[in-house]
C-alpha cells in the first residue's frame, strides 16, 4: 500500500485492469495508484467540479454517515461533499451526518489549529501509506493536518520539503513549522511538526511527541537521537504566526478530554 483515499475524496479514473482494478489519480494531490473499483462511486463532472470547493472535513476519529438502509463508518479528514450541518448526498444517496465537521471556508491556518488536529492523532499506530487514525506514515500524518487547515502539500516528505520558506535556524522555529529529516543516504525520509519547547509531533512507531534539538530527534524513553535533522520550513502563512501568543508553551502535558470536546461545549 502506498497511500490511501478517504471517504468522500475525488479522483480521476485513468485505466481498468478487469473488472476489480482501477488506476486512479488522486485530485487533491495528483498522488498515482490502484484501488478496488468496489470502494468507488462515479459523479457527474458537474458534481466532481463543485465537490472540489463545497465541502466539509469531518472532525471525529471515527463516526458513521447514515443512509436510507446502511451506515458508512468514516475517519477525521473525510469529506462531506455538500454538506449542510446535517445531510448530504452522493449521486442520489442522501446521508446525514451528526458528528462535528468543518468547512474550508471557516478555517484559519494558524499554528494553534494546527496543533490541536494534530494531538487528536496521539497514539495512531505507524502505517506504511496510512492516512487515517487506524494507522499513519509521517508524511500521510502533515498532509492530512495541514489539508485541515486548508493547506495543500504532497503527499511524500521527499516533497513536502519544497513547500514554504526555510528557517535557518531550527532555535528560530516557530510551533506549526515543518521539521525534515534524512537518512544517512542524504534522502529526506521522515517530517514531523515543531511544537512549543523544542518538542516535535511526529508519526514513529505511532503518533508521539519527543524533544528536538539542532542534532534532530531524541527520544527521552530510549535515550537516543532517532532522526538526523536537516532542516526546517514554514509553510503557514506568515501573518498568522501571532496567533503563536494563543499556543500553551506548558510543555506537552494536557488533557484527553480536551481534545475531543462534547459538541455542546461550542468548541468547534
Given at each position: 500500500?502506498?497511500?490511501?483515499?478517504?471517504?468522500?475524496?475525488?479522483?480521476?479514473?485513468?485505466?481498468?485492469?478487469?473488472?476489480?482494478?482501477?488506476?486512479?489519480?488522486?485530485?487533491?494531490?495528483?498522488?498515482?495508484?490502484?484501488?478496488?473499483?468496489?470502494?468507488?462511486?462515479?459523479?457527474?463532472?458537474?458534481?466532481?467540479e463543485?465537490?472540489?470547493?463545497?465541502?466539509?472535513?469531518?472532525?471525529?476519529?471515527?463516526?458513521?454517515?447514515?443512509?436510507?438502509?446502511?451506515?458508512?463508518?468514516?475517519?477525521?479528514?473525510?469529506?462531506?461533499?455538500?454538506?449542510?450541518?446535517?445531510?448530504?448526498?452522493?449521486?442520489?444517496?442522501?446521508?446525514?451526518?451528526?458528528?462535528?465537521?468543518?468547512?474550508?471556508?471557516?478555517?484559519?491556518?494558524?499554528?494553534?489549529?494546527?496543533l490541536?488536529?494534530?494531538?487528536?492523532?496521539l497514539?495512531?499506530?505507524?502505517?506504511?501509506?496510512?492516512r487515517?487514525?487506524?494507522?499513519?506514515?509521517?508524511?500521510?500524518?502533515?498532509?492530512?493536518?495541514?489539508?485541515?487547515?486548508?493547506?495543500?502539500?504532497?503527499?511524500?516528505?521527499?516533497?513536502?520539503?519544497?513547500?514554504?520558506?526555510?528557517?535557518?535556524?531550527?532555535?528560530?522555529?516557530?510551533?506549526?513549522?515543518?521539521a525534515?529529516?534524512d537518512?544517512?543516504?542524504?534522502?529526506?525520509?521522515?517530517?514531523?511538526?515543531?511544537?512549543?519547547?523544542?518538542?516535535?509531533?511526529?508519526?514513529?512507531?505511532?503518533?508521539?511527541?519527543?524533544?528536538?534539538?539542532h542534532?534532530?530527534?531524541?527520544?527521552?524513553?530510549?535515550?537516543?537521537?532517532?532522526?538526523?535533522?536537516?532542516?526546517?520550513?514554514?509553510?503557514?502563512?506568515?501573518?498568522r504566526?501571532?496567533?503563536?501568543?494563543?499556543?500553551?508553551?506548558?510543555?506537552?502535558?494536557f488533557?484527553?478530554?480536551e481534545?475531543?470536546?462534547?459538541?455542546?461545549?461550542g468548541?468547534?
Amino acid at each position: 500500500m502506498i497511500s490511501q483515499l478517504l471517504f468522500g475524496e475525488l479522483m480521476e479514473i485513468l485505466d481498468r485492469k478487469g473488472k476489480q482494478w482501477v488506476k486512479v489519480r488522486c485530485a487533491y494531490d495528483n498522488f498515482v495508484g490502484w484501488v478496488d473499483a468496489h470502494q468507488i462511486k462515479s459523479i457527474t463532472p458537474s458534481e466532481f467540479e463543485s465537490f472540489q470547493k463545497d465541502f466539509a472535513f469531518s472532525l471525529e476519529l471515527v463516526q458513521p454517515v447514515m443512509g436510507p438502509d446502511h451506515f458508512v463508518p468514516i475517519t477525521m479528514g473525510a469529506r462531506l461533499p455538500a454538506f449542510d450541518g446535517i445531510h448530504f448526498k452522493l449521486g442520489e444517496t442522501p446521508y446525514t451526518f451528526s458528528g462535528q465537521a468543518i468547512s474550508p471556508n471557516d478555517i484559519v491556518p494558524n499554528p494553534e489549529f494546527i496543533l490541536k488536529i494534530a494531538k487528536r492523532y496521539l497514539n495512531t499506530p505507524f502505517l506504511w501509506g496510512g492516512r487515517s487514525p487506524f494507522g499513519l506514515d509521517a508524511a500521510g500524518f502533515i498532509q492530512l493536518v495541514f489539508s485541515m487547515a486548508g493547506i495543500a502539500l504532497p503527499r511524500e516528505a521527499s516533497l513536502q520539503i519544497d513547500e514554504g520558506i526555510t528557517v535557518d535556524f531550527v532555535e528560530q522555529a516557530t510551533p506549526g513549522d515543518l521539521a525534515f529529516f534524512d537518512n544517512k543516504a542524504g534522502r529526506i525520509h521522515h517530517v514531523g511538526i515543531i511544537m512549543p519547547d523544542r518538542r516535535i509531533i511526529h508519526s514513529y512507531g505511532g503518533v508521539r511527541i519527543d524533544l528536538l534539538d539542532h542534532y534532530g530527534i531524541y527520544n527521552q524513553q530510549t535515550k537516543k537521537n532517532t532522526h538526523n535533522l536537516r532542516l526546517a520550513k514554514r509553510v503557514l502563512p506568515v501573518d498568522r504566526i501571532q496567533q503563536l501568543a494563543n499556543i500553551n508553551h506548558s510543555g506537552v502535558e494536557f488533557k484527553q478530554a480536551e481534545l475531543f470536546p462534547s459538541p455542546l461545549s461550542g468548541d468547534k
